[in-house]
């Protein structure tokens, strides 16, 4: 939500518009350090991670042969294309005597690019970057396969499955889309043929459909559009031709359009653009001469002219801007040189210079940076070295960072991020492997994992994997005991999900007690469990009893979800859990039940009995045993301060010793064959903290 960057056109060559805004595309071909001859190898192996991922690659090429005249940089421009591989390219866009290009390329064509000694290669923008996008409440994300899929709050019907039901789990919308973008209750797509769409909330008009009636599924508003950004319940979008076109709530200029008119429908307010942004009330513009623009609310010098007036038209603001992103009432601005400006709102610290402190005009925050997004109260930078950096509002755990406390300076939380998306209070992060990741305010499933609970940490997106990932994973585990005994036993809960796109059977859990190596497809484990077939998103919790604790010291418990290779993870890798712990080497109790003798005749039913229990201190010092709880026909082991039928007390006992005590008035009860129960309760006092090793029964029969 609130930010954008430039977005690649995939489709044959020949059948696209060239917008001028890709000359822009600036951001990582400097911010990347690249050497006159090529990539660095570190940026090489990014781009090489993003084509394994996705197939496809967008990059920027700066032509290195020196041409004398414009036919001569025609030319090599011409060479170039034709020395690439065929049909390894595509998606070509360059400006007429510009002496850079752009275009996407598989595999094959970026190894021969690298290689030219006529180009000198860098990520063209981060074609990620509108491949997600998280609203207030919702998230949407595009694969690879171009089909579009939302999750999240559908009060508003912002979903556009043509429903207004929430939706924990992402579930499809559209085929064939290239860029998302997600206003505060509604949601943008744009299909490769340059269409725009719009879905969801409308009341002021922010679909463009000429209505204020809420659609619960997409309407198509423009054609030959390139890039588009949405505010709170304002739209805009530009066109291929660097036209910019805007609609919806203008109570406070938004539109600049000179008025606060609101607008059911496009209309055209500036020409030359490259890229925008919305926050919830003011608009920015970044022109294809670097220049940024901005208009609408001002109340925390959100706009950077150094005034808190609100502007009904476009003023310059900055020059040598490669991006923008904007927030609730703040602002982010990327220069060309890689670094980051910060002004607005600084409340909950989202301008990250260190302070709370209102900005009026820009502050630099950071530098080295290649892309940025801005949510509601906080902030995010994904640097050339694909690490991602945070800071602002916490409350909700947005930032990633593990806590909920608000940052005012960024903190890293991830590496080998491609693109970054920022929701009110949620984010959303593409890493290079292809997998999608969430975190933050969850309370209607925005975070794409199956619940409705808060994370402050990224989890992964359900369906939105990367290569190789499992479809079924184990994502807890706990032991009972914490802490077993050596040679003992314990018991596993295991808790797997479903985190493919279908619902599928599990297979099997294997679990090991002490295995550190990771298994492969039927590996058989120590103990095991089957599973069920389980729905898309939803987990199964599944205890597996038995486990063997093995002698004392730390351990590795491993657990596998074993599909024998059946699902989509084909080598079983990433579905396996570790949980490391301690096999205690000490006694079981200190106070145990050692012995316990009955008459030697069957009591009668109705009668009373005796029973003589002797009792150890097998710890290695003196202490008090606390009671002798006694049960007559009790099989179930018991717990600290459970009152038997007859209880006495043991007293202290030294290391080593033992007492026997005599317990009398034991009523028989009816006839039958009967189990008497008899626990040493310390009250968990002593290093047994259990009690459920220090009891002992004996089997008796009830005569008439």
């Not at 979008?237 to 606060?260: C, F, M, P, R, V």
């Not at 300076?409 to 290079?432: D, E, F, M």
């Amino acid at each position: 939500m609130f930010f954008q960057l430039f977005l690649p056109h995939p489709g044959p060559r020949g059948q696209r518009a060239a917008p001028v805004f890709w000359c822009l595309m600036l951001v990582l071909s400097l911010a990347l350090g690249q050497a006159a001859a090529g990539l660095t190898a570190p940026n090489a192996a990014a781009l090489r991670d993003q084509v394994a991922a996705a197939g496809w690659v967008s990059v920027r090429v700066d032509l290195q042969a020196p041409a004398s005249t414009a036919d001569d940089l025609e030319q090599t421009a011409q060479d170039l294309l034709f020395a690439l591989p065929a049909g390894s390219y595509d998606a070509v866009e360059r400006t007429a005597g510009s002496d850079s290009l752009t275009l996407q390329v598989n595999a094959a064509g970026l190894d021969a690019l690298l290689g030219s000694p006529l180009a000198a290669v860098a990520a063209a923008g981060n074609p990620d970057m509108q491949r997600q996008a998280a609203g207030v409440y919702h998230s949407l994300a595009i694969k690879t396969d171009s089909s579009l899929w939302a999750w999240g709050y559908n009060g508003t019907c912002a979903l556009g499955d043509g429903t207004c039901e929430h939706r924990a789990t992402p579930i499809q919308v559209l085929t064939g889309v290239t860029a998302v973008e997600a206003g505060g209750y509604h949601s943008l797509a744009i299909k490769t043929d340059g269409s725009l769409w719009a879905w969801g909330y409308n009341y002021a008009g922010q679909l463009g459909d000429g209505t204020t009636r809420t659609n619960p599924t997409p309407v198509q508003v423009l054609t030959e559009v390139a890039t588009m950004a949405t505010g709170d319940m304002h739209t805009l979008a530009i066109k291929t031709d660097g036209s910019l076109w805007t609609w919806g709530n203008n109570e406070y200029g938004q539109l600049g359009d000179g008025t606060t008119y609101w607008s059911l429908r496009p209309l055209q307010v500036l020409t030359g653009v490259a890229a925008g942004a919305a926050g919830n009330n003011h608009t920015l513009a970044l022109k294809t001469d670097g220049s940024l623009w901005a208009w609408g609310a001002n109340w925390s010098g959100q706009l950077g002219d150094g005034t808190t007036t609100n502007q009904l038209a476009p003023i310059q603001v900055m020059t040598g801007v490669a991006s923008v992103a904007a927030g609730e009432a703040h602002t982010l601005a990327l220069k060309t040189d890689g670094s980051l400006w910060a002004w607005g709102n600084n409340w909950a610290g989202q301008l990250g210079d260190g302070t709370t402190s209102g900005r009026w005009t820009p502050v630099q925050v950071l530098a080295g940076v290649a892309a940025v997004a801005a949510g509601q109260y906080h902030s995010l930078a994904l640097k050339t070295d694909g690490s991602l950096w945070v800071w602002g509002y916490n409350n909700y755990g947005q930032l990633g960072d593990g806590t909920t406390t608000n940052q005012a300076t960024p903190v890293q939380v991830l590496i080998g991020v491609a693109a970054v998306s920022a929701g009110t209070y949620h984010t959303l992060a593409r890493k290079t492997d292809g997998s999608l990741w969430a975190w933050g305010w969850n309370i209607y499933g925005q975070l794409g994992d199956g619940t409705t609970t808060d994370s402050p940490r990224p989890m992964q997106v359900a369906g939105f994997l990367g290569p190789n990932a499992p479809d079924f994973v184990v994502t807890g585990v706990t032991m009972n005991p914490l802490d077993p005994l050596a040679n003992s036993t314990f018991s596993a809960t295991i808790t797997v999900q479903n985190q493919g796109t279908v619902a599928g059977t599990l297979g099997t859990v294997q679990v090991w007690a002490n295995q550190a190596t990771t298994q492969g497809c039927t590996a058989v484990g120590d103990q095991a469990a089957t599973l069920g077939r389980v729905t898309v998103g939803a987990k199964r919790t599944v205890t597996v009893s038995g486990v063997p604790a093995g002698t004392g010291g730390a351990k590795t418990l491993r657990v596998f979800v074993d599909s024998q290779c059946q699902t989509a993870e084909t080598n079983e890798t990433y579905n396996q859990f570790t949980k490391a712990y301690t096999v205690s080497g000490r006694p079981t109790a200190d106070f145990v039940v050692t012995s316990i003798v009955l008459p030697s005749g069957s009591p009668s039913a109705g009668a009373t009995f005796s029973a003589t229990v002797t009792v150890k201190n097998q710890g290695s010092g003196a202490g008090n045993a606390g009671y002798l709880d006694v049960w007559t026909d009790q099989p179930a082991a018991q717990t600290c301060r459970a009152d038997g039928n007859t209880f006495v007390s043991v007293g202290t006992l030294a290391a080593g010793a033992s007492t026997t005590l005599t317990i009398d008035g034991l009523l028989g009860g009816a006839v039958g064959t009967k189990t008497l129960r008899a626990f040493v309760d310390s009250y968990c006092d002593t290093r047994e903290t259990r009690e459920g090793n220090n009891q002992k029964t004996a089997v008796y029969t009830v005569g008439p």
